[in-house]
């Protein structure tokens, strides 16, 4: 059984600031990572996953996330935040099986002010 | 872009009624998804399908049924909705193999009185 915990519920930044959200995970076998994102009202939209590779993925709207498997991490990190990356951020694992079923964190809500 | 599309959008009922929820992808994904959302809980799989005909069990789905009759319809169905059943509840689809990206619905929020 796979989980997946994002330890910081709130996080406020300012415009222009950097921002890292962080997930870490558990999980025996091999995985995907990935971050959703989803605006008020809305439904959850992809940002970018990691299977294998290099462990650092890009994103779209300059995002990136990093794998780290001695922290079981995944964090997510913008350089410069903009008002409108105002949305919660799951962080989600899914085995490397055929259901494609997902499992997610609880979220972390960024709130970036002007 | 694949298109998850849910209804209805909003729905009100009382305890001991009967709900179906409905989803509709038009991208020829094989694989279909039901979640609720909850505050401090995350997404949530209810149920699953990776085809027409076909119905894997999530991690809460106790109290709801689901059916999916095409590839492109999945029906999430509460016979005897309860309070506890209030919530934000997803469709999403996928090409299924692990890993692949889920494409949302809008979402329905379910309000049982």
């Known amino acids: 059984t796979q989980t997946v915990s994002q330890s910081d519920a709130h996080v406020t930044v300012f415009e222009g600031d950097s921002v890292e959200l962080r997930c870490n995970y558990s999980?025996?076998?091999?995985?995907?990572l990935s971050w959703y994102i989803q605006h008020h009202g809305h439904g959850l939209q992809f940002l970018l996953k990691?299977?294998?590779?290099?462990?650092v993925v890009q994103g779209v709207n300059g995002f990136e996330a990093e794998f780290s498997k001695s922290d079981s991490s995944f964090h997510l990190r913008k350089a410069s935040v903009h008002w409108s990356d105002s949305a919660v951020y799951f962080c989600?694992?899914?085995?490397?099986?055929?259901?494609?079923?997902?499992?997610f964190g609880d979220g972390t809500v960024l709130t970036v002010k002007p | 872009e694949a298109a998850v599309t849910q209804s209805p959008r909003n729905k009100v009922t009382v305890t001991g009624g009967n709900v179906t929820l409905s989803c509709r992808q038009t991208?020829?994904?094989?694989?279909m998804y039901w979640y609720r959302q909850d505050t401090g809980h995350g997404l949530r799989l209810i149920h699953y399908?990776?085809?027409?005909?076909?119905?894997q069990i999530g991690d809460v789905p106790d109290g709801y049924k689901a059916t999916r009759t095409t590839q492109e319809d999945f029906f999430l169905l509460l016979e005897l909705a309860s309070p506890s059943q209030t919530s934000l509840y997803f469709c999403?689809?996928?090409?299924?193999?692990?890993?692949?990206?889920?494409?949302f619905g809008p979402g329905t929020r379910l309000l049982v009185l």
């Open positions: 999403a689809s996928s090409e299924g193999t692990g890993g692949d990206t889920q494409y």
């Open positions: 999980y025996g076998g091999s995985i995907y």
């Open positions: 990691y299977y294998s590779g290099n462990p």
């Open positions: 989600a694992v899914s085995a490397h099986t055929n259901t494609g079923k997902l499992t």
């Open positions: 991208n020829s994904h094989n694989y």
């Open positions: 399908s990776y085809g027409a005909g076909n119905l």
